[in-house]
């Protein structure tokens, strides 16, 4: 069984759970956790920090960046051991947790997460389900609210929205950190190529790029496969480009007659080359939803993928 540890990034920042699903720890005065990880995670998370010797009480917040179900896994976990925790989201994101349906999502795509988990060897079982599934927000930031943990460490919020309607990227002025969620879409290290993961709107994806690409910042916390430094605005810019060659690339093969659902399948077989976490069967219809959002903004006057 693997045992994962946490990570120090910076003297007040750590990364925890696993590669895949990272949740990021930060400390001041007070701590805040940031994404809520997933079931299959919430042990490795628990142990991780008392492998630190972090009191849980001293943990004020957990800072989501959206509502998909492989960012908030951990969350109704957590809060049914350390129910102080206030649980801090974006404007549109109570709506989501509150739908019946998106909960039923979320328990099936839990559950086959903890179940690739599982086969990897990366936790001993599957988490037994929970008798009900909570997703309270404590507290609801817009555009420019703050977070203030003390000792200088002050985490921003920032709008974000493409990826999800309810999507927010947080920035650490002091150490210059931006965990930026999905913003970027997928990340892969080891082939450094991205996934783009414009679901809702291209056009508002790109613009939430070059947001994030024209703040000062050192590190970019990533929803999967850890923290990037150095040039940031060239990572930022990178994303975009792919994004343009991916999004060119759907418009092109549609204008030549090739069938949508066999792209959408190629297109599920390569992500699961780099993204080898997440299920085939939720994998086709995101590329599909691609697909179709390239189509409908292939002629937006709007559209730039330049910093």
């Not at 142990?47 to 492989?70: E, F, M, V």
């Not at 690739?116 to 555009?143: A, R, T």
């Not at 990037?228 to 991916?246: C, H, I, P, W």
Request: aromatic share 10%; net charge negative; proline share 7%.
């Amino acid at each position: 069984m693997e045992a994962f540890k946490p990570i120090q990034i910076t003297p007040n920042f750590y990364q925890l759970g696993t590669p895949p699903f990272p949740v990021y720890l930060s400390l001041g005065d007070d701590a805040m956790l940031i994404e809520g990880g997933t079931g299959g995670t919430f042990n490795i998370i628990v142990n991780q920090i008392d492998s630190l010797g972090i009191d849980p009480q001293r943990i004020k917040y957990i800072a989501l960046t959206h509502t998909h179900a492989d960012h908030i896994g951990a969350l109704p976990r957590l809060k049914a051991i350390w129910p102080h925790l206030q649980v801090v989201a974006g404007e549109k994101a109570p709506k989501l947790l509150g739908n019946e349906k998106v909960i039923k999502q979320f328990v099936s795509m839990d559950k086959a997460i903890a179940g690739i988990m599982e086969e990897k060897g990366e936790i001993p079982k599957i988490p037994e389900s929970l008798d009900q599934y909570l997703f309270p927000v404590d507290k609801i930031v817009k555009e420019g609210d703050a977070l203030e943990l003390g000792k200088g460490v002050r985490w921003t919020a920032y709008n974000v929205p493409g990826h999800s309607p309810c999507h927010i990227a947080w920035r650490e002025e002091r150490e210059e950190i931006l965990a930026v969620g999905d913003t970027v879409g997928f990340y892969s290290p080891e082939e450094d190529t991205f996934w783009p993961n414009y679901f809702v709107s291209l056009v508002q994806y790109c613009n939430s790029l070059i947001k994030l690409g024209n703040l000062p910042a050192k590190w970019v916390a990533l929803s999967h496969n850890g923290v990037r430094n150095g040039d940031v605005r060239a990572f930022f810019q990178k994303a975009l480009s792919v994004t343009e060659a991916y999004h060119l690339e759907m418009i092109s093969r549609l204008s030549k007659g090739d069938n949508p659902e066999d792209i959408a399948k190629e297109k599920a077989s390569w992500i699961q080359t780099i993204a080898d976490h997440m299920p085939f069967n939720v994998m086709e219809p995101m590329c599909r939803l691609l697909i179709n959002r390239s189509e409908a903004e292939a002629e937006n006057p709007d559209l730039s993928f330049e910093l």
